[in-house]
T-cell receptor
Framework: GESVGLHLPTLSVQEGDNSIINCAYS??????FIWYKQESGKGPQFIID?????DKRQGQRVTVLLNKTVKHLSLQIAATQPGDSAVYFC???????????FGSGTQLTVLP | DTEVTQTPKHLVMGMTNKKSLKCEQH?????MYWYKQKAKKPPELMFV???????INESVPSRFSPECPNSSLLNLHLHALQPEDSALYLC??????????????FGDGTRLSIL
């Protein structure tokens, strides 16, 4: 399934399925992007980052895709597990003095 | 477990109290940050310290006063807070001290409630 963080803040997937979380960023001058996972009662946890000179980067079970033309970022999670249930934030360095600004977040729920 | 440690985990204070939030990291990072996060919202940047000097203040009210005693420690002094200041306060650190082009590593925050 897919979720656009700003308009569909929740995403439910079956355990074992792949998840895709989308993010539309705002500043065309941003050149660094991060995905964070935040579990209840915890701080944001770094998942993966990507720079603007790349359009794809892979980690363990996660892939980030960057489309600069339409200012779109996505996070793909393979074989989603119950432990993946959390809020996922994208962030770009498009803020004042090129500091990070965060998207509104997407709540991912993994169903048994 | 996070490599950025924040204390206390929870804090309840009255509007006339003075308290401090503390943050510590031993990763050798030279940039440290304070963020405020309201429920179901993204973190919002408050302050940035770069090489122990305040480099960014995002128009934060003076009732919040940051301090960076050394490269490993970051404090946030609180005085005369308002009920709307109740939130999760997050500390983060990163390599480098300028623009954000390195991952920021977050602590688990201090949950602050103002009575």
């Amino acid at each position: 399934g897919e979720s656009v963080g700003l308009h569909l803040p929740t995403l439910s997937v079956q355990e074992g399925d792949n998840s895709i979380i989308n993010c539309a960023y705002s500043n065309s001058a941003s050149d660094y992007f991060i995905w964070y996972k935040q579990e209840s009662g915890k701080g944001p946890q770094f998942i993966i980052d990507i720079r603007s000179n790349m359009d794809k980067r892979q980690g363990q079970r996660v892939t980030v895709l960057l489309n600069k033309t339409v200012k779109h970022l996505s996070l793909q999670i393979a074989a989603t597990q119950p432990g993946d249930s959390a809020v996922y934030f994208c962030a770009e360095n498009g803020g004042s003095a090129r500091q990070l600004t965060f998207g509104s977040g997407t709540q991912l729920t993994v169903l048994p | 477990d996070t490599e950025v440690t924040q204390t206390p985990k929870h804090l309840v204070m009255g509007m006339t109290n003075k308290k401090s939030l503390k943050c510590e990291q031993h990763m050798g990072h030279r940039a440290m940050y304070w963020y405020k996060q309201k429920a179901k919202k993204p973190p919002e940047l408050m302050f940035v310290y770069s090489y122990e000097k305040l480099s960014i203040n995002e128009s934060v009210p003076s009732r919040f006063s940051p301090e960076c005693p050394n490269s490993s420690l970051l404090n946030l002094h609180l005085h005369a807070l308002q009920p709307e200041d109740s939130a999760l306060y997050l500390c983060a650190s990163s390599h480098g001290g300028g623009e954000s082009n390195q991952p920021q590593h977050f602590g688990d925050g201090t949950r602050l409630s103002i009575l």
